[in-house]
């Protein structure tokens, strides 16, 4: 009895694992892996790499000057007697600008006027009782030298008076000034700014290391905030050392401004031409990948992505030189770099 109810639940476990296993049939599936990782290539663009010309230039920031620029101030103080210029306006070297009250200055030149005339007297009488020997040597010394310093003393009177007109040093536009006609001004008072801005200076820093390439007289391209506008100067200076805080060096260029549209002061973006290099490999800079050591990019050899190690020298807003890595007719590929690993299928569409 024991032995056929041994068998009966054999018999009945057996048929429920077997239900079991018929009713799951389906659930355990496993569906075959679709997409790129089952092999069907990633569509992507590309270009053919030609020999181009490239010229390698620095892009530095830079700055507008005048060519000229001084403040206006009196050598002397007093109140101001006259306004002879305009804001804003055009001046000419040597024009005055303005004179400062010389009443007390013309007395005392009258008055050295007159001692300068009796030194000089005096100094003619001792001559003629020297030649007489009615005098000693010494007397007629004293008296040449009475007439010099009065003299001196007339030449000091005359330079103070000159200096109450005040001239323009150059050609140059006078800005606006910050006095009026009858106020008392001192050394330290700054009556206006005059600069002379045609031509104007572009000042500018380069590094260090550019410095063997960059020689005076060379041209050079520059543009200025809110203008798309380019404009030529052309090297004229180069500070003879480096700056050891900035490493380095400093350079100024003269640029024509007969239109006016450069201002000193203003920001100037300057594009500064070093070298030119023939069949150059060039490629669009979104077909680089910054890796740990270095830079890769993905060519694209036997239907595969293809990753190799490349170094760069100079680049453009669009394009990178490569030096190493990459030959003249070499696919590399521009599009979706991201998501690329060695040695995927891949489908390139060319680009020109």
Known sequence: MKRKYIYLTIIVGFVAFAAYKYSNKGEGKIEAPTGPSAGSPITVNAIIIKPRNFSNALTVSGAIEA?????????????????????????????????????????????????????????????????KE??????????????QSAKAQTQLVNAQIFKTKVRAPFDGKIGLRSVSAGEYLTPNTIVANLMSTNPIKVMFSVPEKYTTQINEGQTLTFAVSGSNKKYNAKIYAIEPGIDAITRTIQIRALANNDSGELFP???????????????????????IVPIQNGKQAFLYKNGVAKAVDIETES???????????????????????????????IKVELKP
């Open 265 to 287: 002061g203003a920001f100037a973006s300057v594009e500064l031409p070093l070298s030119t290099v023939k069949d150059a490999v060039l490629i669009p800079t979104e077909s």
């Open 67 to 131: 060519n000229e620029q001084v403040q206006i101030r009196s050598e002397v103080s007093g109140i101001i007697r006259n306004l002879y210029f305009k804001e804003g306006t055009h001046v000419n070297k040597g024009q005055v600008l303005f004179t400062i009250d010389d009443t007390e200055l013309q007395a005392q030149l009258l008055q050295r006027q007159t001692q300068e005339k009796l030194a000089n007297e005096n100094a003619r009488r001792a001559g003629l009782l020297f030649e």
């Open 315 to 345: 680049r453009t807003r669009e394009d990178v030189l490569v030096t190493k890595g990459i030959q003249i007719g070499d696919t590399v590929i521009t599009s979706g770099i991201m998501s690329l690993k060695d040695s995927v299928a």
């Open 134 to 147: 009615a005098i000693s040597s010494q007397e007629n010394d004293v008296a040449n030298a009475d007439l």
